[in-house]
């Protein structure tokens, strides 16, 4: 497999329930991130982790873990959410996240995962 | 709170047409993308400006970014259905690599 790969594509979850959502990439990047699409609103950065060290979280609230093991692996461990939180969670790579370079940093996203939390 | 408004938000045209979507912020950005996404899909880049005037084509698709780098504007010319999706624009300010992604323009081109 090439690119970044989420899995599941598809999830239905009561408000009760834990569960977790897993990406992948092939792209040897270092910098990988989750993002949070919901209609009506801007794409929202949620995580952004680089040489597997959290570097970014936006306020995120605690019923969402992330988890990264490996510059490959990305996870999103989800407990008790809201159905507020149901959305297109988009896991993406770059290769790298620096913060004293200028100039472009190009995201590859994965496909996404549909949540819904009912 | 930066901002990055997208204009229109809908647009439905006829295979042929030429358009412009337009990204517009009260920030200045150091760098700014643009991403086609897809139903089912992910985005994906289109482009990346980095210099104020800048213009860059892509085939059918021109791409500016503005002189004091805090808007730009797509450009399609003779629209095909393979451009329907949801184009996206997204600015990094000077010293971050955060991009903040606009509201989003959902073209639709029908044949």
């Known amino acids: 497999e090439t690119g970044v790969t989420q899995t599941p594509r598809h999830l239905v979850m009561g408000m009760t329930n834990k569960k977790s959502l897993k990406c992948e990439q092939h792209?040897?990047?270092?910098?990988m991130y989750w993002y949070k699409q919901s209609a009506k609103k801007p794409l929202e950065l949620m995580f952004v982790?680089?040489?597997?060290?959290?570097?970014e979280n936006n306020s995120v609230p605690s019923r969402f873990s992330p988890e990264c093991p490996n510059s490959s692996h990305l996870f999103l461990h989800l407990h008790t959410l809201q159905p507020e939180d149901s959305a297109l969670y988009l896991c993406?790579?770059?290769?790298?996240?620096?913060?004293?370079?200028?100039?472009?940093?190009?995201?590859?996203f994965g496909a996404g995962s549909r949540l819904t939390v009912l | 709170t930066q901002l990055l408004e997208q204009s229109p938000q809908f647009l439905s045209i006829q295979e042929g047409e030429n358009l412009t979507v337009y990204c517009n912020s009260s920030?200045?950005?150091?760098?700014l993308q643009w991403y086609r996404q897809e139903p089912g899909e992910g985005p994906v880049l289109l482009v990346t400006?980095?210099?104020?005037?800048e213009v860059k084509k892509l085939k059918r698709l021109t791409f500016q970014f503005g002189d004091a780098r805090k808007d730009s504007s797509l450009h399609i010319t003779a629209a095909q259905p393979g451009d329907t999706g949801l184009y996206l624009c997204?600015?990094?300010?000077?010293?971050?690599?955060?991009?903040?992604f606009g509201t989003g323009t959902r073209l639709k081109v029908l044949a």
């Open positions: 993406a790579s770059s290769q790298i996240w620096d913060r004293v370079s200028s100039g472009a940093n190009v995201l590859t």
């Open positions: 792209l040897g990047h270092n910098a």
């Open positions: 982790y680089n040489f597997k060290e959290q570097t």
């Open positions: 920030s200045v950005f150091s760098s």
């Open positions: 400006v980095v210099t104020g005037g």
């Open positions: 997204a600015g990094a300010t000077s010293g971050t690599y955060k991009y903040i």
